[in-house]
């Protein structure tokens, strides 16, 4: 392997905290993106207090209309260093 990525833990938030970081930051309410994606909101509530987990389908339902990358949402905190390997 000639190159290769690292993941780097950056900051401690949860997948749930991402995605109350995210919707707060654009100015949504948990209706707005209720209203969104078709997601109930009580299933979001539950998703930003971490009481359900999160998964691939609704990170990319939320992703889109949030305009991010799902990792984002999954992955938070997260960043990737280029290293080379010899």
């Given at each position: 392997m000639k190159n290769y990525r690292v993941a780097k833990k950056q900051v401690d938030v949860s997948a749930g905290e991402s995605v109350r970081i995210i919707r707060e930051l654009q100015e949504m309410s948990q209706n707005d993106l209720a209203n969104a994606t078709g997601?109930?909101?009580?299933t979001i509530?539950?998703?930003?207090?971490d009481r359900v987990r999160l998964g691939v389908e609704r990170a990319k339902q939320?992703?889109?209309v949030l305009k991010c990358h799902p990792s984002v949402?999954?992955?938070?905190?997260w960043d990737?260093?280029?290293?080379?390997a010899a």
């Open positions: 997601i109930p909101q009580s509530s539950a998703i930003e207090n939320l992703a889109r949402l999954v992955f938070p905190g990737l260093l280029h290293e080379n």
